[in-house]
């Protein structure tokens, strides 16, 4: 299972931290990406850490801006956003996948989402 939080309303320029927990059958072993979803368009990749956290793989419209992390003794996986712009507003997803898939979104688990609204 993975449990998503940390959105909501912010302004432009501001900063959130996305957290997502796992448990049951993901393991430190999964390595988990962040996807974004606006309403009207396609699920969008966004971040990925390898099961290490040796490993990141950004967007390139939030590099620089972004940061993705894991914390292998808490089972969670962050997602630190700053400078924060409209574009970036979103239902924002967690995913587990046992085996690297970068950028694509054949992963194995999905959270349920965490809305994030950036105002200009």
């Known amino acids: 299972q993975l449990q998503a939080s940390g959105g909501g309303l912010v302004q432009a320029g501001g900063s959130l931290r996305l957290s997502c927990a796992f448990s049951?059958?993901?393991?430190?072993?999964?390595?988990m990406g962040w996807f974004r979803q606006a309403p009207g368009t396609e699920r969008d990749f966004v971040a990925v850490?390898?099961?290490?956290?040796?490993?990141?793989l950004y967007a390139s419209s939030v590099k620089g801006r972004f940061t993705i992390s894991r914390d292998a003794a808490k089972n969670t996986v962050s997602l630190q956003m700053n400078s924060l712009k409209p574009e970036d507003t979103a239902v924002y997803y967690c995913?587990?996948?046992?085996?690297?898939?970068?950028?694509?979104?054949?992963?194995?688990?999905w959270g349920q989402g965490t809305l994030v609204t950036v105002s200009s």
């Open positions: 049951g059958g993901i393991s430190s072993s999964y390595h």
């Open positions: 995913a587990a996948a046992l085996t690297f898939r970068g950028t694509s979104t054949n992963y194995d688990y």
């Open positions: 850490i390898n099961w290490r956290g040796g490993s990141t």
